[in-house]
């Protein structure tokens, strides 16, 4: 069974930091590109970051230089380092991959920034 399980969420004031963790089981993690979407009230999910299997990244041009996407493929984990973060940070944070051509989802783990 494919699953995905999100943490690491929870209010932080501006220009704090949080690092997302997202534990997989059920597939053979080191194979699969991961990504960390999010999706804040009345909006649509975006994608915020990019980790493929060969460990290239890619960043939305709204967290580049303050969010870092890694992998750690011993821990079927993947992290998102989250720094200097602003108010319009605020959302449910997903980690997201394909697997035999179907999106897999976690319950998602939301993030506050606020003072």
């Known amino acids: 069974q494919v699953q995905f399980v999100e943490s690491g969420g929870g209010l932080v004031q501006p220009g704090g930091s949080l690092r997302l963790a997202c534990i997989t089981s059920g597939i053979s993690f080191s194979i699969y590109d991961m990504n960390w979407y999010r999706q804040a009230p009345g909006l649509q999910r975006e994608l915020v970051a990019t980790?493929?299997?060969?460990?290239?990244?890619n960043y939305a041009d709204s967290v580049k230089g303050r969010f870092t996407i890694s992998r750690d493929n011993a821990k079927n984990t993947v992290y998102l380092q989250m720094n200097s973060l602003k108010p319009e940070d605020t959302a449910v944070y997903y980690c997201n991959a394909k697997i035999w051509g179907y999106d897999r989802w976690g319950q998602g783990t939301q993030v506050t920034v606020s003072s």
């Open positions: 980790i493929t299997r060969s460990l290239s990244t």
